[in-house]
């Protein structure tokens, strides 16, 4: 039976949220990471979040999870934030957040081919995919490393651990997409998070991240930085994330990860008066191109993985 889609408002909040938002939390978990262990941030950022949204949901009236939503949402959180959160921050402390940037702009790959290997997910159309390489190669054009001095220093184990991180991220988006009766999508977030901060806090632990826990080292920049990413980045972000993955499709969620860069060099260049050339912003024309091919194309009689439709069971 198809789901109702919801008015295309929310559709357009959503993707400015995701696109706004997460775009700016690269810098944000770089300023984080220079004075915070990675992983104690990320649990401590995503027990707080999910915390306060799910208690949040609940005061509206929302039911307390089942157990079996419960044991869905640890495993999607394991995915989203232990493996492509977690991972992420770990590696911010040695590979800038431009080139982070880069290499996660991979990930719609890894969503979409994840989505298309589930068993009955959607096969992507040639258009879909053609859009998606352009995509991509935007954003490699944008980002350019292979211009920039010191590109070939790039710690391996960070750039390894970001491009696991996608993959991560992608088996945890099209799991969450396939469970079954799963809870509503906010109180579903909040889950999620808790859980993916049990996870965080044990690889915390394992990384000895509590022994070197400092609060009088800690910056006030990097305080703020952990509260961007609490408020915003977390509760709005992520909120927006789940809801996408409950009413939209994986191609076009997965279109954050072109957006993103651009958003960061944008801030880069008014806040901290970077350089904006006439190859960043061809780079970003192609990139947004590629979102709204992805956006609008892609629609086929079977319902491909670039059509807006509501989940059918």
């Known amino acids: 039976m198809s789901v109702t889609s919801p008015p295309f408002r929310s559709y357009v909040l959503a993707f400015t949220t995701l696109y706004l938002v997460w775009g700016s939390t690269y810098l944000a978990i770089r300023v984080g990471v220079g004075s915070m262990p990675p992983f104690a941030m990320a649990a401590a950022r995503f027990a707080l979040a999910g915390g306060v ?7 509206r009236g929302a039911t307390w999870p089942t157990l079996r939503q419960w044991r869905s949402a640890a495993i999607s959180g ?64 944008l980002a350019a490393p292979w211009e920039r001095s010191g590109v070939g220093a790039l710690d391996p184990a960070g750039v390894a651990a970001i491009v696991l991180a996608t993959v991560s991220w992608a088996i945890g988006a099209i799991y969450g997409r396939h469970v079954r009766d799963p809870a509503p999508p906010f109180v579903a977030a909040g889950a999620q998070m808790l859980s ?50 409950k009413y939209s499709t994986p191609a076009k969620t997965a279109t954050f990860a072109y957006v993103n ?20 912003a061809l780079a970003g024309a192609v990139i947004l191109g590629a979102v709204l091919v992805i956006s609008r194309g892609g629609a086929s009689k079977r319902g491909s993985a670039g059509q807006i439709r509501g989940p059918s069971r």
């Open 261 to 280: 860069p651009v958003v960061a060099v944008l801030l880069g260049w008014l806040l901290l008066d970077e350089p904006l050339g006439p190859r960043t």
């Open 78 to 141: 394991f995915f989203l934030l232990m493996g492509g959160n977690g991972l992420v921050t770990w590696a911010e402390q040695t590979v800038p957040s431009g080139i982070t940037a880069l290499l996660i702009g991979a990930g719609p790959v890894f969503v979409v081919l994840a989505e298309w290997a589930w068993p009955g997910g959607n096969r992507p159309d040639a258009l879909t995919l053609g859009a998606m390489v352009v995509g991509f190669a935007g954003v490699a054009w």
């Open 53 to 59: 949204l799910l208690l949040f949901q609940l005061w």
């Open 196 to 245: 993916g901060s049990v996870a965080l806090a044990l690889a915390a632990w394992v990384n000895g991240d509590y022994a070197a826990w400092n609060t009088a080292e800690i910056t006030p920049h990097a305080w703020g930085a952990f509260a961007y990413l609490v408020l915003f980045g977390s509760l709005m972000g992520y909120s927006a994330f789940a809801w996408l993955m």
